[in-house]
């Protein structure tokens, strides 16, 4: 329990060496283009950032073809890790991790790009574990492209197994699309894949990997398109709030796990107490039918999401709640936030407690403005929100699981090292026969199950092959006297 509630609270703080500089930053002369003043994606103000004076890109493998490189290192790299090194090596322990924890992901802009994945330690829960990062960062880095433009990505894998990227929402070639078995073979380990393409559209989107539980490890990273005609919208100051799911334990025990028992990590399963608590609000016959009804479906209402903050640290930006990560703004500024769930199995409710957001973008597309106090966004959907505080003062941007398990946070504030109150969560959701499709779902359910959905002589429309089914329905094909439901046979969701 100890242990359990350890991780909830998300002590600890993301730990990536330094010595990932030494093949992390671009080889491109494009990479390190001028950002536009008072555009600044996970930075702390308006920032332009000057080009270096680093050689120009090593030639590249042909378009979607694979070539043995290697990172490319010049002086300025190699006593650039050596001094970083040495100055760890001489910090005290206690503030080794500290030191080597990223504050923001690097931001590459322009046409060519270099990325290179590896493997990496990380440290979020206070425990040493590896995660699967780009460039030696962890989101990977936030690519920034330009609608008209063609762009193109050396994708190194450095790991021991075949590995990928996929554009998610992006309109590329099919052969381009980075799923390993259907567009593409992936990328073996210690081989280069080139990505090339024309960008057709605008918006806010996500990469990440398409191969085994990498995504689950940490494969994933922001992609901002800015429009070739300019925003509709006017802003001020633009970040990216990456959400995602970090747990120590295997990905691979996770999914033995929830074959094993699909509520494995439900930790908020109804009670004796609960019952009796039904029986004085609702009444003992109604209760008891309620219970009844659950027990026949085989599922539980409480059962939110597959996976919860049993297991799970809710990060933003990478960090967990106990970092803190902050935005900052001057009072009456128009702030563009750009919400990307990178999550693998989580679905958040998104507020800034005392700011109403204008929701401006939903995946990648320019909405009519529409003013909200809250959204809910999915596994991999993006929505685009503009807030602006008047007051010169720290605003908490909440991002609660929906089984209300755990929270990421980060802080809106007009200086650096100000911080707000953090909101209680809200009350745990349960599920009712209205969240599966409408108020008489129970009895479409009922006839499915003692029927089996379907007449003598007819195919089963709609029907699942779980055990309880096929028995059904083998019952149901044989000759009975039994009258039969002509309510159309209804989908499990189970």
């Known amino acids: 329990m100890i242990a359990r509630l350890y991780r909830l609270l998300a002590i600890g703080s993301v730990s990536i060496p330094l010595l990932a500089c030494m093949n992390s930053a671009p080889t491109s002369t494009e990479q390190n283009a001028t950002v536009p003043l008072g555009i600044d994606l996970g930075g702390s103000g308006p920032v332009i950032a000057s080009p270096r004076a680093e050689p120009p890109a090593k030639a590249i493998a042909p378009v979607g073809g694979r070539a043995m490189t290697g990172p490319v290192f010049t002086r300025r790299r190699l006593l650039g890790a050596a001094a970083a090194t040495s100055a760890l090596t001489l910090a005290p322990s206690p503030l080794r991790s500290a030191l080597v924890a990223p504050a923001r992901a690097p931001l590459l802009s322009g046409t060519e790009f270099q990325l290179e994945i590896a493997a990496a330690p990380i440290n979020i829960t206070g425990r040493q574990r590896t995660a699967t990062a780009v460039n030696g960062s962890v989101p990977a880095p936030i690519l920034r492209w330009r609608e008209g433009d063609t762009v193109t990505l050396a994708v190194t894998n450095r790991l021991s197994e075949p590995s990928s990227i996929h554009w998610h929402g992006i309109l590329v070639p099919n052969p381009m699309d980075g799923v390993p078995g259907l567009t593409f073979a992936g990328i073996p380990p210690g081989e280069t894949f080139v990505y090339r393409f024309p960008v057709h ?63 494995y990590y439900n930790f908020q399963q109804r009670t004796v107490g609960t019952f ?125 699981s929906e089984d209300r398990t755990g929270y990421a946070r980060e802080t809106l504030a007009p200086r650096a090292g100000m911080e707000a109150a953090i909101p209680p969560m809200d009350p745990r959701p349960l599920r009712t026969m209205t969240d599966y499709g409408d108020g008489y779902a129970a009895r479409f359910y009922v006839g499915h199950v003692q029927y089996g959905g379907r007449r003598r002589g007819e195919e089963t429309r709609g029907c699942c092959r779980c055990r309880q089914c096929r028995r059904d329905a083998d019952r149901a094909a044989k000759p009975s006297r039994r009258r039969v439901s002509l309510r159309p046979a209804r989908t499990h969701l189970r």
Do not use: C
């Open 276 to 400: 009796f608590d039904d029986v004085a609000k609702n009444g003992l016959a109604a209760t008891v039918s309620d219970r009844l009804m659950w027990g026949q479906m085989r599922m539980s209402p409480t059962d939110i999401l597959d996976v919860s903050g049993a297991t799970y640290t809710y990060l933003l930006n990478g960090q967990p709640p106990a970092r803190n990560w902050t935005a900052l703004f001057r009072p009456g500024e128009r702030v563009r936030l750009r919400f990307i769930n990178g999550s693998t199995m989580s679905i958040f409710d998104v507020r800034v407690d005392g700011l109403p957001m204008s929701i401006v973008q939903a995946d990648g597309n320019e909405v009519v403005p529409v003013m909200v106090d809250e959204f809910r966004i999915g596994v991999a959907e993006t929505y685009d929100v503009i807030v602006q505080p008047t007051a010169d003062r720290a605003y908490t941007i909440f991002v609660q």
């Open 201 to 263: 559209q605008s918006g806010t989107y996500w990469y990440h990997s398409h191969s085994g539980f990498q995504e689950q490890t940490s494969l994933y990273g922001p992609l901002v398109i800015d429009p070739k005609g300019g925003y509709a919208q006017p802003f001020d100051r633009d970040y990216v709030v990456m959400l995602s799911d970090w747990t120590d334990t295997s990905p691979e025990t996770i999914v033995s796990n929830l074959k094993f028992q699909s509520d």
